[in-house]
């Protein structure tokens, strides 16, 4: 994981922020030689989503989106 932190030029704190996001609220897509974090909230953290875009912009290709996915395992849906 240290090596991670390194390649992607990431502060201790931008670090703990994207482990602490994929082990919660988020999940990694890899896509051929590329990956990207994948973060899906509900509407009511709004507030969290804009917090961790601006904590970590400089690594970030576009602004957060609303995008609606319903997941059956759970009935709800989520946003981001």
Known sequence: ???LRIKLNLSK????I?????LGDAHVERHRNDA??????SLKQKELVDWKFQELKKFVKM?????EYFDPRY???YFW
Request: proline fraction near 4%.
């Open 63 to 67: 602004q957060p989106m609303q995008s």
């Open 1 to 3: 994981m240290g090596s």
């Open 18 to 22: 994207l482990i602490g996001t994929i």
């Open 36 to 41: 990207r974090v994948a973060i899906m909230h």
């Open 13 to 16: 704190r931008e670090f703990g």
């Open 75 to 77: 009935g709800k849906k």
